[in-house]
């Protein structure tokens, strides 16, 4: 498994049979080995694409479970579109960490066969994280995430202390010389920013302005303004984080704030 990011791929490997790429590559056909979605709003989530196209048994029963549908309007459109398939959006910080302890843990074909075997039991959203957490614990299937975790949360202080704050009209901005990833949501529920500017989790050379879309006030920040006075890498589609080609220690806060701000 290599982990690289969307602007990474290839046309080659777009076009070669004997890659598979999930998530990344802008292109949906199972011939190709290619399970992405972001290209069209239409798709359901890279998950739902492989499992639909896996032989798998019971899978009409796996796909209609409230943990699959769950997972994929929260990755198409955040947590908060829960309730558009009928799935309460409540969630804390304990099933935070408990979704990243499993998503951060070392691949396992028994974490998969596990994760279809919580999704037949057609559980609750959050009650289908709590089981899978405590049948992979119990098979110590978890220890990198936890590892991975705590050195994170100790980093995330760190960091954290270096950000600085910057108040508008419209709201508090962060800004960070390093990622916070994967904390922005525990950055954004702690400090209440309307955005955070910080360097790109993945490439060095890029800057990412993530939006807090926890909050309403945000709801009307267009993002892709950005595009207009920097270099375009990246937007998702549902406009929460745009990428940008400038380093993190060249880019103009005044500026940003400037253009996305602006009315």
């Known amino acids: 498994i290599e982990l690289k990011a969307p602007q990474e791929i290839s046309q080659d490997e777009i076009n070669d049979p ?26 359901p ?36 579109a829960l309730p558009e398939v009928g799935i309460s959006p409540d969630w804390n910080d304990e099933l935070d960490k408990m979704k990243k302890t499993i998503l951060l843990s070392e691949p396992h074909p028994e974490i998969g ?3 279809l075997e919580v999704c037949k039991m057609n559980l609750s ?6 089981v899978l957490y405590q049948k992979l614990d119990e098979k110590n299937l978890l220890e990198q995430g936890k590892e991975i975790i705590e050195k994170e949360e100790k980093l995330y202080q760190e960091k954290k202390d270096k950000v600085i ?19 922005h949501h525990k950055f954004f529920k702690e400090t209440g920013v ?33 595009f207009s006075i920097y270099p375009k890498i990246f937007i998702h589609q549902s406009g929460f984080i745009a990428v940008i080609d400038t380093e993190i220690n060249k880019v103009s806060v005044d500026k940003i704030l400037e253009i996305l701000l602006s009315e």
Not at 52 to 75: C, Q, V
Not at 125 to 130: E, F, P, R, T, V
């Open 113 to 115: 066969k596990t994760f």
């Open 194 to 226: 309307i955005f955070l500017i910080e360097k790109n989790s993945m490439k060095e050379n890029h800057t990412s302005i993530i939006k807090n879309t926890q909050i309403p006030e945000t709801k009307d920040i267009d993002l892709s303004k950005v």
């Open 125 to 130: 959203y959050q009650d289908s994280w709590k």
């Open 165 to 183: 704050f910057f108040n508008t009209e419209k709201g508090k901005v962060a800004f960070s010389p390093e990622t916070l990833a994967p904390h």
């Open 18 to 43: 004997h890659i598979l790429l999930v998530d990344v590559g802008g292109n949906y056909n199972p011939e190709l080995l290619n399970f992405d979605h972001h290209q069209d709003l239409n798709l």
């Open 45 to 80: 989530c890279s998950l739902v694409l492989v499992l639909n196209w896996l032989p798998i048994e019971d899978k009409e029963s796996i796909l209609n479970s409230p943990f699959l549908k769950g997972i994929d309007i929260t990755d198409k459109k955040g947590p908060k």
